[in-house]
């Protein structure tokens, strides 16, 4: 009598159980989404200071902090957030029509797009508060109101009456600064690292990626170019505009690259298919 092997089938799961899964995801999502827009705005909204109330500046290094707020910046927080928000839509939207490698649906490019914010802003925002560096025009912020065409000169002597030391640090009181608007004095202790160039490099590092994953190799220096065209520049006006230094554009830069490329790596790595070949048959 011979015994012939049972045939062994892959289990399905259960309906419910996926339906498990898609609604813990979703409340995921917003879990998320909900901690980066307090950590971006809502302490503010609450009245948490995380920050110290006394600043150290040696008197050497004043000019390093004393450049003017200008009244206006070349990339505002509301033009950067919809350029963030607006472009993997519409790549992704161009990628489903265009590119018949593609295999990333709406749902799973949300998912895994919306994911590099939330984790930028966690690391950012916790240097931030744990560093509090004061921004290269935090010493007009504390004098000036924020909406002044800064003139004037920030002088040595002129810190002594908001310091506890004189010698060889201005040890300065933020409590003490003239300007009342406390959101912009506080706003001026969060210069590291730079938070536009971290969510740029983050959301477009991780674009590239997407973008590279179904492109011939011919052309994934020219996609690298384009894509990283914006970032360069949104980096590049946060020291122009005097709210960050060299460091902290530099240290935003590489975090965000590096959180861009680890969400894509991990979200989408069994998604989208790679082209090993310069073809153009998958376009």
Not at 41 to 49: A, C, S
Not at 72 to 101: K, N, Q, Y
Not at 150 to 158: C, L, N, P, S, W
Not at 170 to 175: G, N
């Amino acid at each position: 009598m011979v015994c012939l092997p049972k045939k062994t089938t892959k289990s399905r799961p259960r309906p419910r159980l996926k339906f498990q899964m898609s609604t813990l995801k979703i409340v995921y999502f917003v879990c998320i989404w909900l901690a980066m827009a307090f950590l971006e705005f809502g302490w503010q909204l609450f009245g948490i200071n995380p920050f110290p109330d006394t600043i150290s500046i040696p008197f050497a290094d004043i000019h390093n902090y004393s450049y003017p707020k200008l009244a206006t910046e070349m990339i505002p927080d509301w033009l950067i957030w919809t350029i963030l928000i607006c472009t993997g839509p519409v790549i992704h939207i161009f990628l489903l029509g265009f590119a018949r490698s593609y295999r990333l649906s709406t749902a799973q490019f949300v998912m895994a797009y919306g994911t590099v914010p939330p984790i930028v802003c966690f690391i950012v925002t916790s240097l931030k508060f744990t560093v509090a560096e004061p921004r290269p025009n935090f010493l007009h912020r504390c004098f000036d109101g924020p909406e002044s065409s800064v003139q004037v000169t920030i002088k040595g002597h002129e810190l002594m009456n908001y310091s506890s030391s004189h010698y060889p640090n201005a040890d300065i009181l933020v409590s003490s600064c003239p300007n009342e608007n406390r959101n912009e004095v506080i706003g001026g202790l969060m210069s590291f690292p730079s938070g536009h160039a971290a969510h740029s490099f983050g959301i477009f590092t991780f674009l590239f990626f997407l973008v590279a994953d179904v492109t011939p190799e011919l052309f994934r220096p020219m996609v690298f170019a384009l894509i990283y065209t914006f970032p360069a520049v949104c980096a590049g006006s946060r020291i122009r505009d005097h709210q960050h230094h060299l460091h902290d554009v530099v240290i935003g830069s590489i975090l965000g690259t590096i959180i861009g490329y680890y969400v894509h790596k991990n979200v989408t790595k069994e998604e989208v298919p790679k082209i090993k070949s310069s073809t153009l048959n998958d376009w």
